[in-house]
């Protein structure tokens, strides 16, 4: 009888160790779910705010955490629904944007798949804005503030003008790609950066610079036939956006791949805003530099 009671004491201890390890695991998964993520900066595109090695903390919170059905059955490159949560506000400029990169394909088609690669970039015009780069040098209409790295953007200035750029690799055209548009690195735009509920005209250029994300939205081809612009096998005079879109660029202005070269980033695809790094290995020594943890970015 004795062994009997220790056996059903050791059982039932057994069991609440299990519960309470259940409990915590939802809890963190619930936490990691909705609150924080983190994720490894793999490249130098973001230098000098955030360095290869370091593992930045991806602030949930404050635009809301996305609910995203994975466990369907969704084949590759397959759309996927995406929502969330509330937040406290949304992106707005000089926020780090950790994202999934939007061109799981060619570049001519935006996609939101799980399967792509995130992105880190600096966000340095939110939906409303209309943004220029003039002379390598970020801005904003109506809007005063320093935008992205001012020093990295003066440097480029400087290897173009004394004819250096082209020896360093550096590419100079971007979005749309378009010869008779004229943009490049140097000089872009204006571009509006549609907000949801926005309705624009759709004419030839409307159609160039908006096309990928008019496409994405409706799930349909659009295509222009002279200066008549067909969704599907229907004309459509204008056009009326369903998401927030963004344009963001990394502090590397030399070495990074963004929307100066594939344009528009819809609200969806962002994962959240990276605020501070987690802890930081330097790549060739593989030691921690203790300084960089827990910085604020």
Same mark, same amino acid.
């Given at each position: 009888m004795e062994v009997k009671k220790i056996l059903l004491k050791v059982f039932d201890w057994i069991q609440n160790i299990i519960i309470a390890v259940f409990v915590v695991m939802v809890i963190w998964l619930l936490f990691r779910f909705t609150t924080y993520a983190s994720f490894r900066?793999?490249?130098?595109?973001?230098?000098p705010s955030v360095l290869v090695g370091d593992k930045v903390i991806v602030n *949930?919170?404050?635009?809301?955490?996305?609910?995203?059905?994975?466990?369907d059955d969704i084949p590759e490159y397959e759309e996927l629904t995406v929502k969330r949560l509330p937040g406290i506000r949304k992106a707005r400029r000089n926020d780090l944007l950790v994202f999934n990169f939007p061109y799981p394909g060619p570049w001519d088609s935006l996609g939101f798949s799980m399967k792509t690669s995130y992105y880190i970039k600096r966000c340095v015009a939110q939906p409303g804005d209309t943004f220029e780069i003039r002379n390598a040098r970020y801005m904003v209409q109506g809007c005063d503030d320093y935008l992205g790295n001012v020093e990295s953007q003066e440097m480029l200035a400087?290897?173009?003008? #004394?004819?250096?750029?082209?020896?360093?690799?550096?590419?100079?055209?971007?979005?749309?790609?378009?010869?008779?548009?004229?943009?490049?690195?140097?000089?872009?735009?204006?571009?509006?950066?549609? *907000?949801? +509920?926005d309705t624009i005209k759709l004419d030839r250029m409307a159609y160039v610079l908006y096309r990928q994300v008019i496409e994405w939205e409706q799930k349909q081809k659009l295509r222009i036939e002279g200066d008549e612009v067909y969704l599907g096998d229907n004309r459509i005079s204008d056009y009326t956006f369903k998401t927030d879109c963004y344009f963001?660029?990394?502090?590397?202005? !030399?070495?990074?791949?963004? #929307?100066?070269?594939? +344009? !528009?980033?819809?609200?969806?695809?962002?994962?959240?805003?990276?605020?501070?790094?987690?802890?930081?290995?330097?790549?060739?020594?593989? *030691?921690?530099?203790?300084?960089?943890? !827990?910085?604020?970015?």
């Open positions: 900066i793999p490249s130098d595109s973001m230098e *949930k919170w404050i635009i809301g955490g996305r609910v995203v059905n994975i466990w400087g290897l173009v003008s #004394s004819g250096r750029a082209y020896d360093m690799g550096i590419v100079m055209t971007g979005y749309p790609y378009m010869v008779d548009v004229g943009w490049n690195i140097m000089n872009f735009g204006p571009l509006y950066i549609p *907000k949801a +509920g963001v660029t990394g502090d590397n202005v !030399l070495n990074s791949q963004d #929307s100066r070269y594939w +344009g !528009l980033l819809p609200e969806p695809f962002i994962l959240g805003v990276a605020t501070r790094i987690g802890k930081s290995v330097n790549p060739v020594t593989e *030691k921690m530099r203790w300084d960089r943890v !827990l910085r604020k970015i």
